[in-house]
């Protein structure tokens, strides 16, 4: 049973045992389980072995499909979780490509659910504001800046706020 198989493979991650859970939890998204963890986690797990030994280089959209794919799938179910909202940001902002207009509005999607949460909208604003979505990055930037308690985070969302109010040249 896939949904069983889900929640097995979810107590083997949490219990530290990665290689235990994977192939639980790839036949649990394969079956279409509704349970928004297995697909984050997984696309966790397909990121860290995309990225390893790979600090600073960019992929392809297609070389990041497998990761993304599963967060679309994960964010559409509830509860919708900000760690699937942070790690899709966090694999957009490393592929060359810029990410669709979906995305984009799944990402702002998660910046309005999590408004709240700072980092989250620092990630989201930071990718709006490599791919000149101006308006959208300023909002999360917003929201950042609301619900930010510590004056390093602050000072994050006012540098990203004054890149953005800076004239680009052509």
């Given at each position: ?23 639980l939890?790839?036949t ?7 349970r ?5 986690e ?39 979780l900000p ?26 999607h ?21 791919h ?5 990055a ?20 006012t540098?990203l ?8 040249k052509?």
């Amino acid at each position: 049973d896939p949904r069983l198989g889900a929640v097995l493979g979810l107590c083997e991650l949490d219990a530290g045992q990665e290689t235990a859970a994977r192939p639980l939890l790839e036949t649990a998204l394969a079956a279409g389980v509704v349970r928004p963890r297995v697909y984050h986690e997984i696309a966790r797990l397909r990121f860290a072995d995309l990225i390893r030994n790979q600090a600073t280089r960019e992929f392809t959209a297609g070389e990041l499909a497998p990761v993304i794919e599963a967060l679309r799938s994960g964010a559409k179910q509830a509860p919708a979780l900000p760690e699937t909202f942070a790690l899709l940001a966090d694999a957009w902002l490393r592929c060359q490509e810029a990410p669709p207009a979906g995305d984009f509005a799944l990402l702002a999607h998660g910046a309005h659910l999590f408004s709240w949460r700072p980092a989250l909208n620092y990630r989201i604003a930071l990718l709006q504001a490599r791919h000149g979505r101006r308006a959208e990055a300023e909002k999360a930037i917003a929201n950042g800046l609301a619900s930010a308690t510590d004056e390093p985070t602050r000072a994050r969302f006012t540098q990203l706020q004054a890149l953005l109010a800076t004239p680009r040249k052509p």
